[in-house]
T-cell receptor, first 113, second 113 residues
Framework: SQQGEEDPQALSIQEGENATMNCSYK?????LQWYRQNSGRGLVHLIL?????REKHSGRLRVTLDTSKKSSSLLITASRAADTASYFC?????????????FGEGTQLTVNP | GAGVSQSPSNKVTEKGKDVELRCDPI?????LYWYRQSLGQGLEFLIY????????KSGLPSDRFSAERTGGSVSTLTIQRTQQEDSAVYLC???????????FGPGTRLLVL
């Protein structure tokens, strides 16, 4: 079963607005990652946050992690039409790094021009 | 440099036939992963190879599924006696040793008629 659960399942906003997507998980983790997928094909890695980190930035992306609530959020600021895609969170287990990732079912983001 | 490549891009087969899907990881990446994504869903882990260690096959859904990795590089995922429920996009990813970020190929879209 999928560990990560994204919320909302779908999000539609206007260009220039901010988009916030949330992810919850169930077990202990080593890290949490966010990926983007266009048109149901390959995934692109966006950002990784470790279990001892609370916030991380990369360009227009801001990720937070609350291990006490087992949740993470991805904020995309000043969205663009090109940000339209599916966004997935994925958790990496504690036992080993570089092992399997457990993905949520994703948030479909639509940015309207 | 070259990313992860997969072939074929699309495969249509008849129920009961065997199929082979190929993955060429990024050069130097010792970890290789196979995932499956059904329409509108998140990624489901199938199998993980790390160097010369025994693969983690715990995600394979049935004994009709098998995978090999020859020479620590190219991997082949084989599905025997395909069923309609095997229809999905099969994604391969690779990563460097001790690094959590996974780099995904474009996937193979499998349709079983």
């Amino acid at each position: 079963s999928q560990q990560g659960e994204e919320d909302p399942q779908a999000l539609s906003i206007q260009e220039g607005e901010n988009a916030t997507m949330n992810c919850s998980y169930k077990t202990s983790i080593n890290n949490l990652q966010w990926y983007r997928q266009n048109s149901g094909r390959g995934l692109v890695h966006l950002i990784l946050i470790r279990s001892n980190e609370r916030e991380k930035h990369s360009g227009r992306l801001r990720v937070t992690l609350d291990t006490s609530k087992k949740s993470s959020s991805l904020l995309i600021t000043a969205s663009r039409a090109a940000d339209t895609a599916s966004y997935f969170c994925a958790t990496g287990g504690e036992e080993t790094s570089g092992s399997r990732l457990t993905f949520g079912e994703g948030t479909q983001l639509t940015v309207n021009p | 440099g070259a990313g992860v490549s997969q072939s074929p891009s699309n495969k249509v087969t008849e129920k009961g036939k065997d199929v082979e899907l190929r993955c060429d990881p990024i050069s130097g990446h010792t970890a290789l992963y196979w995932y499956r994504q059904s329409l509108g869903q998140g990624l489901e882990f199938l199998i993980y190879f790390q160097g010369n260690s025994a693969p983690d096959k715990s995600g394979l859904p049935s004994d009709r599924f098998s995978a090999e990795r020859t020479g620590g590089s190219v991997s082949t995922l084989t599905i025997q006696r395909t069923q309609q429920e095997d229809s999905a996009v099969y994604l391969c990813a690779s990563s460097r040793p001790s690094r959590e970020t996974q780099y995904f190929g474009p996937g193979t879209r499998l349709l079983v008629l």
